[in-house]
């Protein structure tokens, strides 16, 4: 008898909330959907709320899933606009061609790649040459790049991200990573890990490493210097000047891209984002403002 | 019509449509099956079945050679698999006999809806787990620097195996019929030698399914083995190693593969190995099951 009534009640509450959603459903303008890296998702998201506070009428879905999930979206249509931090690759290009899409590329921001490690490691620097090696799996002990004699335990992404396409084409030169190299699924599962482990280190966009409640570096990991060479100086992704002067040598680009022209809608958005509100926005997060020669390229794409 | 063939064609109606419905699930397994085969076979005109079978790295989007040898990640699932199984067994059929045999009423109807409660913890609230509790806790045991390795995915997956194993073997114990158990107890045994002696065995059939439907669930398991593994692609030396199981990579990758490439085929290549190894331990578990009950008559 209770079991009867207890399912009639369940009927009408399921018709009445199918009721209540449906409208919902139907009235719910196309979002522009943007996909891809998880460098940027915590950027982008916060352009959109910022975008969508002032332009109701306009919303924005942001997800992440890495900048080949991305690229993959745009090219297979199931995004509108797609974040990548790193280039696209020809191949990339030819099979959008082949499908009719037309990429065009925004730079939205600039980002100094950090290499982090534990922060009761003693090492403040290293060269490109000697980060290339530890990821590759060449150097497994700390004490072979001057630090204390302990197994050096490598974070890194996935192959879906951009970051880890990135770092493999301009500090591995294109050779395999360690297959000991524990691939974490975003940036905020690799700074998790560096705190947590010792002989550990890692590489994350610039503005997950900054604490913005204090505008350091978070405690728990240290930033390390790179120097392009033994023998040049060494910088920090955290000096704007340097990463802007490209001296600091894993500076890169943080880039939308749109099939073709952008509609009315991303272009307005865009727009946004390269304005003087996003870039503030941009600098907020702890990426940098893009420099002249992007604003002009961006310039082009939007006509 | 006249009311008797009225009511021979509504029994046919129900008896189609029950028909119906069971071979559905057939269908469907059959179905899943195809498409695992039709998306699988085309990366074999790529892959040599050889290096896909005892290569042990795997590296797609290698910018030096692409490779695509699973080996690695099957010994992965396996290690962590045993890993669950070996904590997971004793402790469950434990609780099992403990529930079956020994508990006060009182103390069941608490502990069998909490047992039931631990099967729906959503597979992300395990990982989160393992990553901020087990983890730590395996690093300083063992005196490494970090605990995301094989030992800590075996343990969760024994969390979520725990409750599959508890309820069957449970089940199967009290559906040892009484007789044994008075027999036994009126020859002058102890009550502990009528449950490991004369109950257990007698439920061996049931708890060797549960044993095996709790590895079937583990080998299945992937958002938890993919947040508290380390996802290393390297080949595992043992439970202490990162590692990536074959469910773990199929997650990762699937999203940005671009579709109809030879990554996207070999990926459901891992998932047909997956299925095959699924299905191959629920068979096992279908013949333990019959064997004991051929015996038993």
Redesign the interface.
């Known amino acids: 008898m209770f079991y009867a009534k207890f399912k009639k009640a369940i009927a009408i509450a399921e018709i009445v909330l199918a009721f209540i959603f449906a409208p919902i459903l139907l009235a719910q303008k196309k979002m522009i959907q943007v996909k891809g890296s998880d460098t940027m998702i915590n950027l982008v998201q916060i352009l959109a709320e910022e975008y969508m506070a002032k332009n109701p009428k306009s919303p924005i879905a942001v997800l992440g ?2 900048s ?2 991305g ?2 979206a745009l ?2 249509g199931t995004c509108d606009i797609c974040d990548t931090s790193r280039d696209w690759k020809d191949k ?1 290009f030819s ?1 959008a061609w082949e499908k009719g899409i037309k990429p065009r590329l925004f730079a939205i921001a600039v980002d100094g790649l950090s290499i982090i490690v534990n922060e009761k490691n003693p090492l403040t620097r290293l060269t490109m040459d000697q980060v290339g090696a530890i990821y590759r799996g060449d150097v497994k002990n700390w004490k072979t790049v001057g630090g204390p004699d ?2 050096i ?1 490598l974070y890194g992404r ?3 991200s951009g970051t880890y ?1 990135f770092l ?2 301009h500090v591995l030169n ?12 975003g940036n905020a599962q690799i700074i ?2 560096v705190k ?5 280190i890692g590489y994350v966009g610039v503005g997950y490493v900054i604490d913005k409640a204090t505008a350091k570096p978070m405690k728990g990991l240290k930033v390390l210097d790179i120097t392009k060479d033994a023998k040049s100086e060494a910088y920090s992704p955290m000096d704007k000047g340097a990463v802007d002067s490209g001296k600091y040598p894993i500076a890169r680009p943080l880039w939308q891209a749109t099939n073709g022209k952008p509609s009315a809608d991303e272009a307005a958005f865009i727009l946004f984002e390269l304005g003087p509100e996003g870039q503030k926005i941009v600098e907020g997060e702890g990426f940098y403002t893009i420099g002249a020669k992007y604003i002009e390229a961006n310039a082009k794409n939007l006509k | 019509m006249t009311k008797q063939r009225l009511r021979k064609l509504k029994e046919s109606a129900i008896q189609v449509f029950f028909f119906t419905n069971g071979i559905l699930a057939i269908i469907v397994l059959i179905g899943i099956f195809a498409l695992l085969l039709y998306s699988a076979v085309p990366a074999f005109r790529e892959i040599r079945i050889k290096e896909f079978l005892t290569s042990v ?1 795997w ?6 050679k692409a490779e695509y040898g699973i080996l ?1 990640m099957i010994v992965s699932t396996l290690i962590v698999t045993a890993g669950s199984v070996i904590i997971a067994f004793p402790i469950g059929l434990g609780v099992a006999a403990y529930l079956s045999d020994v508990a006060h009423w009182r103390v069941r109807e608490v502990v069998k809806p909490v047992v039931e409660i631990l099967a729906g913890i959503p597979s992300v609230v395990v990982g989160f787990l393992g ?1 901020v509790l087990f ?2 806790a395996i ?1 300083k045991l063992f005196g490494r ?2 605990g ?1 390795n094989a030992l800590n995915g075996s343990v969760l997956l024994a969390i979520m195996a725990l409750p599959t194993i508890i309820s069957i073997s449970e089940d199967s114990l009290n559906a040892v019929p009484p007789v044994y158990s008075e027999a036994s107890l009126a020859l002058g045994g102890s009550r502990w030698q009528t449950l490991v002696r004369v109950k257990i065995p007698a439920a061996l059939s049931g708890i060797i399914a549960s044993f095996m439907l709790g590895m079937g669930r583990a080998i299945g398991e992937t958002m938890t083995v ?2 508290a593994t ?6 595992p030396h043992g439970l202490l190693d ?1 590692v ?1 199981t074959m469910t773990s990579n199929i997650a ?2 699937l ?5 109809y490439t030879t990554h996207y085929y070999a990926l459901f290549a891992i998932g047909l190995v997956l299925f095959i190894m699924t299905f191959g331990v629920n068979l096992i578990a279908d013949v333990f099951l019959r064997k004991y009950q051929e015996r038993e008559q």
């Open positions: 899933g890495g080949g999930t690229i993959t090219i297979n990339e099979l302990m197994p335990s996935q192959s879906n396409t493999q084409e294109n050779k395999n990573y360690s297959p000991d190299m524990k691939e974490m699924n998790e890990g947590a482990d010792e002989g550990s | 790295t590296d797609p989007t290698s910018p030096v690695s990553i983890g730590p690093a620097t970090n995301l993919l947040m380390g996802n290393a692609r390297s080949f990162s990536r990762i990758e999203g940005e593969v671009p579709y």
